[in-house]
């Protein structure tokens, strides 16, 4: 797993987004693995309040900036 990537993120967006790691080859997560389709390390997903995905990266290290314009979008309320 991406350990410094996860690390930093959880630490830039600490308040204001829940960071969660899944081990994909681990029997406790396969519901995760197969609700969001997770086939590759690293995958970063995000999603909504009620886990709709709104975002996902696979491979390589997650852009902050892109994370933040997605968050910013989420807190927006809908019209």
Known sequence: MARPSVDG??????????VVRV???SPAAQ????????RA????VLVDGQGNEV???VGGSPDRAVIEQRLAGL????R
Do not use: C
Request: hydrophobic share 40%; glycine share 6%.
């Open 23 to 25: 081990d994909i080859e």
């Open 55 to 57: 975002w996902r990266q």
């Open 75 to 78: 807190a927006r309320p809908r």
């Open 31 to 38: 519901m995760v693995v197969r609700r969001y389709g997770l």
């Open 41 to 44: 390390t690293p995958t970063y």
């Open 9 to 18: 993120l959880e630490r830039a967006l600490h308040g204001r987004m829940a």
